[in-house]
């Protein structure tokens, strides 16, 4: 019975982290897309980290699931949120943060790109930094339907949870420890979350 006791300390522990770390990325990534503040392209590439060193073959997969999952319900409970504003009188406190987070260059420039290539901006928007939100507002202002949006959304919460989880297999398999993978996979979103801005200086600068 020594060996099976071994392997029942041995899986424990994993099997704990899962039934814990499952549910808080759904809820955090969920919250990341009602609240864009939360790194949320972070969480997932961490956890994709996480779980490439996981024995169970299913991990990374869970992990895909639950990312793109949260951030489709979320994306789509703040674009009705949005909707809801838009058609109330006095607007909303929602409506308000998606203005507030959508520079009107941006706006404009979202906008027109929605109109000349239609969903297929959303894909795009969901994978560049800062990016999301503009075309959010865009569809609003556009009086999309959400189940138009959400249409379009759905290809494009699935293109960013793979394009992240990549990141954070690319971290896990460079290095031993679970946690060396973590921070560059951390590393990496934040340079590519920071490059845009850097880019937009840059270019003003010159």
Request: include cysteine.
């Amino acid at each position: 019975m020594t060996w099976l006791a071994a392997a029942s300390a041995a899986v424990a522990p994993e099997t704990t982290q899962q039934a814990a770390g499952y549910p808080s990325l759904f809820l955090l990534v969920l919250i990341g897309a009602l609240v864009p503040v939360v790194p949320t392209g972070a969480l997932v590439s961490s956890a994709a980290v996480v779980a490439f060193h996981q024995r169970a073959p299913y991990a990374p997969a869970l992990v895909f699931v639950t990312a793109s999952l949260a951030a489709f319900l979320g994306d789509a409970a703040l674009y009705w949120l949005g909707r809801r504003g838009l058609r109330s009188r006095s607007g909303s406190r929602w409506l308000a943060a998606i203005r507030a987070r959508a520079p009107e260059e941006r706006l404009a420039g979202a906008r027109e790109k929605l109109a000349e290539h239609g969903t297929a901006v959303l894909v795009l928007s969901r994978l560049v930094p800062a990016g999301r939100i503009p075309v959010m507002l865009a569809c609003l202002m556009a009086q999309w339907p959400l189940r138009r949006f959400a249409r379009g959304n759905l290809p494009a919460c699935l293109a960013w949870a793979a394009t992240y989880q990549v990141i954070g297999i690319v971290g896990g398999s460079l290095f031993a420890e679970p946690w060396e993978g973590v921070v560059l996979a951390v590393a990496l979103t934040v340079v590519i979350s920071a490059a845009p801005g850097v880019w937009r200086r840059v270019r003003a600068a010159g």
